[in-house]
C-alpha cells in the first residue's frame, strides 16, 4: 500500500491520530517538503516523535523516478509519504497516486489541517466566499507572472477574497513587491486601495494576522516564514468587524 499523509499547518505535533499509527506502522516513511514549507518542523524532531527514520525525498524523486524508491516497494511493501498541509493539495501527490493506480497498488489518503482551510479561521473571513487562488512566485528569466494579480482582479470582479500561496522561500514583502510591480505596469490601482491581510506561521502557538492597506504591510514585521497573503473581496459586517477585532485592520475599512 502507498500511503499519503498530511502533516499540519505548522509543526511535528500537527499530525493526526492516524497519520501517526500509519507511519508507525509503515515499512518505508519518506517526506517531502518542496510542495509545501517546513514551518517548525524538522526531520530530526518528526523522527523522534514519531519513533520512525524518515528518509528526505527531493522534486525529481517523487515526479521523475519515483518507480525505486516509492511504487517498486509499494507493491510488496507499505510506503508513507509525508507532506506538509493536507496530503492531497500538490498536483504532485495526485500524479503519484495515479501512477500507484495503475500499477494495481492500493492507495490511501490521511488528511490534516491545510492553510487552505484554515486561512478563513485565522482573520475571520467567511470561507465560502473564497475564489480561486494563487501562488506568488519570483520571477523567471526576470518575468513577473500576472497570474496572481489577474486572479485577485476576477475575483474581486466576484466580490470573492483570495488566497495567495507565496513560494516556499517568500516573505511578504516581497510578494507585496512583485504584486505592486505587476499593478505599475497595468497603470492600476487595485491593490494599493484595497485591504489586504497577512498571515504568517499558521498553526502555531503565535501566528501572525495582520490587516491593512499595501503600505502598511510593506513596512510590518510579520516574522518567520511561512507567510500567505488574503486579499478581501466584498466584505459582510461580521468580516469587517473580525478584521478589525482580529487582524488590528483599520478601523475605516
Do not use: W
Not at 19 to 47: C, N, Q
Not at 51 to 61: A, E, F, H, N
Not at 66 to 72: F, V
Not at 216 to 227: E, I, M, Q, S, V
Amino acid at each position: 500500500m502507498l500511503t499519503f499523509v498530511g502533516l499540519g499547518l505548522y509543526d511535528e505535533k500537527d499530525i493526526t491520530v492516524k497519520g501517526l499509527e500509519a507511519i508507525r506502522a509503515a515499512d518505508l516513511v519518506y517526506a517531502e517538503f518542496y510542495t509545501s514549507p517546513l514551518g517548525g518542523k524538522t526531520v530530526e524532531k518528526m523522527e523522534k516523535m514519531y519513533g520512525r527514520k524518515i528518509v528526505l525525498v527531493q522534486r525529481s524523486d517523487l515526479e521523475e523516478y519515483p518507480e525505486k524508491l516509492i511504487l517498486t516497494p509499494a507493491k510488496t511493501q507499505n510506503v508513507v509519504v509525508l507532506s506538509g498541509g493536507d496530503a492531497m493539495i500538490a498536483t504532485t501527490h495526485v500524479d503519484l497516486r495515479l501512477r500507484a493506480i495503475e500499477r494495481g497498488i492500493e492507495t490511501r489518503i490521511i488528511h490534516a489541517p491545510s492553510i487552505s482551510s484554515a486561512v478563513a479561521g485565522l482573520c475571520g473571513l467567511q470561507n465560502y466566499k473564497f475564489g480561486k487562488s494563487a501562488t506568488v512566485s519570483p520571477p523567471y528569466k526576470e518575468v513577473i507572472s500576472e497570474v496572481p494579480y489577474e486572479t485577485i482582479r476576477a475575483n474581486k470582479e466576484r466580490g470573492l477574497h483570495t488566497l495567495l500561496y507565496l513560494d516556499i522561500s517568500m516573505d511578504i514583502h516581497e510578494a507585496l513587491r512583485l504584486l505592486e510591480a505587476v499593478e505599475d505596469q497595468k497603470g492600476g490601482a487595485m491593490l494599493r486601495t484595497s485591504l489586504i491581510v497577512g498571515i504568517a506561521r499558521a498553526g502555531s502557538a503565535k501566528p501572525v494576522v495582520k490587516a491593512d492597506y499595501m503600505e502598511g504591510l510593506k513596512t510590518y514585521d510579520f516574522g518567520a516564514l511561512p507567510h500567505v497573503l488574503v486579499v478581501p473581496g466584498e466584505l459582510h459586517f461580521l468580516e469587517r468587524e473580525a478584521l478589525i477585532k482580529i487582524a488590528q485592520a483599520p478601523e475605516k475599512i
